[in-house]
């Protein structure tokens, strides 16, 4: 198993940045997990934000966070990261990490096999 934490949500003015970190302990070792980023917005259906590769060699995003959004890990730290730029109001909402052991499709959140509790965003206009 695997336990992850979020931290470094906040309020930000739109057009600014925030970076997301994701603290993951446990038995089993960190780089046998891809890792992905979801979040949830009042009202709405959580929705994927970025994946990445358990040895970071692939990543993928949403279109919506395309160019403005950075995934990233450090096996040896045991984190995982979100560089979040150039921040719309759209993007507020409750960020979520997780964590698939089975390499599945990166961008269904049933493919996740642990989950963090999440962080709030508040991005205002």
């Known amino acids: 198993q695997v336990q992850l934490v979020e931290s470094g949500g906040g309020l930000v003015q739109a057009g600014g ?3 997301l970190s994701c603290a993951a302990s446990g038995r089993t070792s960190f780089s046998n997990y891809d890792m992905g980023w979801f979040r949830q917005a ?3 259906e959580r929705e994927f934000v970025a994946a990445i590769s358990w040895n970071g060699g692939n990543t993928v995003y949403s279109d919506s966070v395309k160019g403005r ?3 990233s890990r450090d096996n040896a730290k045991k984190m995982v990261y979100l560089q979040m730029n150039s921040l719309k109001p759209e993007d507020t909402a ?3 990490c997780a964590a698939d052991r089975e390499h599945s499709d990166l961008y ?3 493919s996740y096999d642990y989950w963090g509790q999440g962080t709030q965003v508040t991005v205002s206009s």
Do not use: E
Request: hydrophobic share 25%.
């Open 17 to 19: 940045s925030l970076r």
């Open 69 to 71: 959004f950075t995934i």
């Open 94 to 96: 409750v960020y979520y």
């Open 108 to 110: 269904y959140s049933d």
């Open 42 to 44: 009042p009202g709405k």
